[in-house]
């Protein structure tokens, strides 16, 4: 660990983390609010002996990444709401043969075009997407400019283990939000140390290697063993959370990302003013962390998800680790970052018998 | 007549329909590697359309590029493995149609691989359908059963007098309807492969290529079609050759 | 230790203040956070960036009230007079202000800081004086200090020039108690 801070973008931070994760490939396409990232790697990328292409689209980037990856490199690219969309193709496809990618989502607001400000309605298309096929992503969401480094230089190497895709889920505020950061140490990936990567040089009597769909190369029996196999391993060994004053909380607070700094603050202020909150702070939202809702302690009288987005699209997944054992509420700010003020409002409201339970559909 | 020796590069059957071009086109990429002296460097990319049986016979490295973007996944392949003799063989859907844009920026960019456009003039493998850059107007088709008709789908469009704009190393169209043609196109992938051995550039081949199973057509007669009509909108000859210079 | 509101218009330097101002309290040992709330537009328009500087971990980098408000315009301080704990600072800069009754819960500090740019010959320093103006106000840090700190901002980003000091210094020294 570097002693030395440095002031910087959280955007800018997952771009730093990369390339000290040892990425050397990245391609992309400009979209607020991720652009700081596609920046970043155009000009630090070549300096550290990798290769930078600013793409005609985030579909082809993700062929680049794609082919990048086949050949064993660390690779990534990133992107916002329409941009990200065009990225599920390339993600069913890394998902297909395996292969260790990582992407930034930085999410914006909205449909369609939407806004380009802080969002947080794309975590269904996260951590349920991927495009089409049976498949999962490990999905990591920093709360802060210093998790952006750390949980952009982890996901690498849990893309690595798994051989799968991990994605950064960040968002416009944690993006653009100036922070101390202490980066990681640098390291060197060795793109030559994999038997299934393209090297570019084969013996005649070598095995080749086929980067396609790896159902017809194994069998589907083998396949669907491979994947169940990949999926359990890492819902079991990979859930990661932060619990803040949870031990003898009446309410406890659900929330990732900005929406989750707002409830660090929320906490505080309430206990200040005598009501126990407390809050679980998913940090990988898929898989999902499960354990966090298993043992609530018994004064934990219901729950309130903190989110921006219109239907509570984290609800399901709290329900479901939380096994319907508390009331669900939801503070939903949408467009909006949630105030802290508001929140705590909110909360003793909830606690006073005052709101309803949301409903979950 | 001397029988040339199957090369060993190919080293299965393939799946192919009779008489179609694609088996051609995948003799002559063997032959032009192994008269090179490239086999163990060869990457071949892949369409997932009628391209895509190649990569279980021919034994060298392979990659089946999601449809369209084989460009983009040969350009992520060179940039990280420069010395490999990345190749992309792949059919005018992919590569003029729900590709365009990737075929272009890749020749933007000059990326010096080597691209073999199957140009059959349909969408072979979904079962037949129009392809609005190759299809003749007038030719009928699964997705155009009264004939293409320039009102509803414009008229085929001869992509490399796009390309050839661009500042690439190499251009070119062969024909696969006798001997003669099927010679020269072989040339053409040479000089193609030998282009991406020399570091010169971004260098593409078309090759005009029966599809006699989707065309409804005996397979000489599909070769009758490619001379006589086909090649009528799709000339063959040499687009661009740079000489090396930039 | 406070919330911060940096509010302007585009093009006046607002949210460098607020980066210039997170450098020195970091370099101080402080945790900080800096947010801009930005728009589709690159320039013009208003321009704003919020600082929490604090001994502890920072919550939210989003406060719902502020202890100071630094305005470069007088539509800042409109926008944001209202969202002011009590016994907040306001610093505003008085060349481009008209006068006005200020509210009794905050104290305020003004400073002609376009006026002490221009003078200066350095057109773009109105927020440096501004600066001034509010480490005077709010007496958050050593005033030799930050203009140390200040100095080598400039040098890092390869800026340095003597007329940003000078900037800072008059503002501080101008500054009075409205």
């Not at chain 2, 590569?95 to 199957?118: F, H, K, N, Q, W």
């Not at chain 2, 397979?219 to 090649?231: A, F, G, H, Y």
């Not at chain 3, 970091?26 to 709330?37: G, I, L, R």
Request: glycine share 10%; with cysteine.
């Amino acid at each position: 660990m570097n002693n030395d801070y440095s002031l910087m973008k959280g955007n800018e931070a997952i771009a730093e983390g990369a390339l000290r994760a040892g990425c050397r490939f990245y391609a992309g396409y400009p979209i607020t609010p991720q652009s700081e990232i596609l920046e970043y790697m155009s000009t630090h990328m070549e300096e550290r002996g990798g290769v930078f292409i600013q793409g005609e689209s985030e579909i082809a980037s993700m062929s680049m990444i794609w082919g990048a990856a086949a050949c064993g490199e660390r690779v990534m690219s990133s992107s916002s709401g329409p941009g990200y969309d065009l990225k599920q193709e390339g993600i069913s496809y890394l998902a297909s043969y395996n292969l260790p990618a990582v992407l930034a989502d930085v999410m914006r607001y909205g449909l369609g075009d939407g806004e380009i400000t802080e969002g947080q309605d794309s975590y269904w298309e996260a951590t349920k997407g991927g495009g089409h096929g049976d498949s999962r992503q490990i999905v990591l969401t920093p709360s802060s400019v210093q998790e952006c480094a750390d949980l952009t230089y982890l996901a690498f190497e849990l893309a690595d283990k798994y051989n799968t895709v991990a994605i950064i889920l960040s968002d416009g505020a944690i993006s653009q939000m100036i922070e101390k950061c202490y980066l990681p140490d640098a390291i060197e990936h060795d793109k030559d140390k994999y038997d299934w990567a393209i090297t570019g040089y084969k013996e005649k009597d070598a095995t080749k290697v086929k980067v396609t769909n790896m159902d017809r190369t194994i069998g589907h029996e083998a396949w669907n063993e491979l994947m169940r196999n990949k999926f359990k391993t890492i819902y079991d060994n990979e859930q990661r959370w932060e619990e803040f004053m949870v031990e003898d909380a009446e309410l406890v607070l659900v929330a990732y990302g900005i929406s989750a700094r707002v409830c660090k603050s929320a906490v505080r202020s309430a206990r200040a003013q005598g009501v126990k909150l407390g809050l679980i702070r998913p940090i990988t939202v898929w898989p999902y962390p499960d354990q966090a809702f298993q043992n609530m302690p018994e004064s934990v009288k219901a729950l309130v998800t903190v989110e921006m987005s219109i239907s509570s699209q984290m609800a399901p997944d709290i329900q479901m680790a939380s096994k319907f054992s508390k009331p669900l509420y939801g503070y939903l700010s949408t467009l909006y970052v949630p105030k802290t003020e508001e929140l705590v409002a909110y909360c003793k409201s909830v606690l006073a018998g005052n709101e309803n339970a949301l409903e979950v559909y | 007549m001397a029988i040339r020796k199957k090369p060993e590069m190919i080293n299965q059957q393939v799946g192919w329909c009779g008489g179609c071009g694609h088996g051609i086109v995948q003799r002559l990429i063997a032959e032009c590697c192994e008269e090179l002296g490239l086999v163990e460097k060869t990457v071949q990319v892949v369409d997932i359309a009628c391209a895509y049986w190649s990569i279980d016979t021919l034994n060298c490295d392979g990659i089946a590029g999601p449809h369209g973007r084989c460009a983009a996944v040969a350009t992520g392949i060179k940039k990280v493995r420069p010395e490999a003799n990345v190749y992309v063989h792949a059919g005018d859907g992919c590569s003029y149609v729900i590709g365009l844009a990737e075929t272009c920026y890749t020749a933007m960019r000059d990326i010096p691989i080597t691209m073999i456009v199957v140009n059959n003039g349909t969408f072979g493998m979904t079962g037949g359908q129009m392809n609005p850059a190759t299809t003749l107007l007038g030719d009928k088709t699964v997705s155009s059963v009264k004939g293409r008709d320039e009102k509803a789908a414009g008229k085929p469009f001869d992509m490399l007098k796009i390309l050839e704009t661009f500042d690439i190393e190499y251009a070119a169209r062969g024909a696969l309807y006798d001997t003669k043609h099927i010679n020269q196109t072989k040339k053409m992938l040479k000089k193609g492969f030998e282009n991406q051995r020399d570091g010169k550039g971004f260098s593409i081949i078309e090759i005009l290529s029966p599809c006699p199973t989707n065309w409804k057509m005996s397979p000489v007669d599909s070769m009758i079609k490619l001379e006589k009509e086909n090649e009528l909108i799709f000339p063959v000859r040499v687009y661009k050759d740079r000489g090396g210079e930039k | 230790m406070a919330d911060i509101i940096m509010a302007g218009t585009g093009g006046q330097g607002v949210l460098t203040a607020g980066k210039i101002l997170i450098d020195i309290a970091a370099a101080d040992d402080k945790n900080v956070s800096w947010t801009s709330f930005y728009s589709a537009e690159m320039r013009g328009g208003t321009a704003a960036c919020c600082v929490v500087v604090s001994e502890d971990e920072i919550g939210t980098p989003y406060p719902d009230k502020f202890d100071i408000l630094f305005a470069m315009t007088e539509d800042a301080y409109n926008k944001y007079i209202g969202d002011m704990r009590d016994g907040g600072k306001v610093i505003v800069n008085q060349s481009l202000f008209s006068t006005c009754e200020f509210p009794k819960n905050v104290e305020v500090y003004g400073v002609e800081a376009s006026g002490i740019a221009n003078e200066m010959g350095n057109s773009r320093g109105a927020n440096l004086a501004l600066l001034g103006a509010m480490i005077k106000g709010t007496g958050m840090m050593d005033k030799k200090k930050f203009g140390e700190t200040l100095d080598r901002y400039f040098s890092k980003k390869g800026k340095a020039s003597a007329k940003n000091l000078d900037c800072y210094n008059k503002g501080y020294e101008q500054a009075l108690k409205i």
